[in-house]
């Protein structure tokens, strides 16, 4: 077996407290809070519902969202006007 370099032993403990860093960020991530399908889908609608609320031109098609806006000619009021 070949001997291991301090400097290759420095690089490979750096490494080494790096991942065991990066292992335990995505654990703690993975243990947060999970939504099922149906709590997924109750905050898409409600969200949904308060943009359609807040927002006149909004419509949603196929999962799209689209915002219709007028914009007026020179000396004509558009919606902001």
Sequence with gaps: MSEISP????TLLLENADLAERL??????AQGP?????EAAELVLRL???LN???QGLTICDGELRLNVALG????KGLAG
């Design 24 to 29: 335990e960020r995505a654990e703690a991530r």
């Design 53 to 55: 609320s807040q927002l």
């Design 34 to 38: 999970v939504l099922t399908p149906e």
């Design 48 to 50: 949904l519902e308060r």
């Design 7 to 10: 400097e290759d032993l420095r």
């Design 73 to 76: 000619e020179n000396g004509t």
